[in-house]
């Protein structure tokens, strides 16, 4: 699972994004993320989020999930909903898990 960091800010990154019919990199999609809670309600803050691709890095994109956004406690479980749109358009769907940087 991917961690989300409570009370701190979260990079998401989405690495290698490629184009499944020739895997070409994909560099000029738009990006964006929104996570939901277990019921799949929008977590409040974290709603398509955009994400920018990084230049030179083959189909890397990064996002911020602020520090100010209510995770809840550690353990507290979400689905990270990632679309992607360029020629194409892609879907993904990560769990994550809330949880402190660091050990507490």
Same mark, same amino acid.
């Given at each position: #699972? ?5 009370? +701190? ?16 990199? %994909? ?14 309600v929008?977590?409040?803050?974290? %709603?398509?989020? +955009? #994400?920018?691709y990084?230049?030179? +890095? ?10 100010? %956004?209510?995770?809840? %406690?550690p ?10 749109? +360029? ?18």
């Open positions: #699972m991917l961690p989300l960091y409570i009370d +701190s800010d979260t990079i998401i990154r989405l690495d290698q994004n490629q184009n499944p019919t020739d895997e070409e990199f %994909v560099n000029d999609a738009t990006v964006t993320f929104t996570l939901q809670d277990a019921d799949g929008d977590v409040a803050g974290a %709603v398509d989020v +955009s #994400m920018d990084v230049a030179a +890095s083959d189909g890397r994109y990064e996002g911020l999930l602020q520090d100010t %956004v209510d995770i809840g %406690v353990g507290t479980e979400f689905d990270l909903l990632v679309l992607i749109v +360029s020629a194409r358009t892609d879907f993904r769907k990560i769990r994550c898990v809330a949880g402190y940087r660091g050990v507490r």
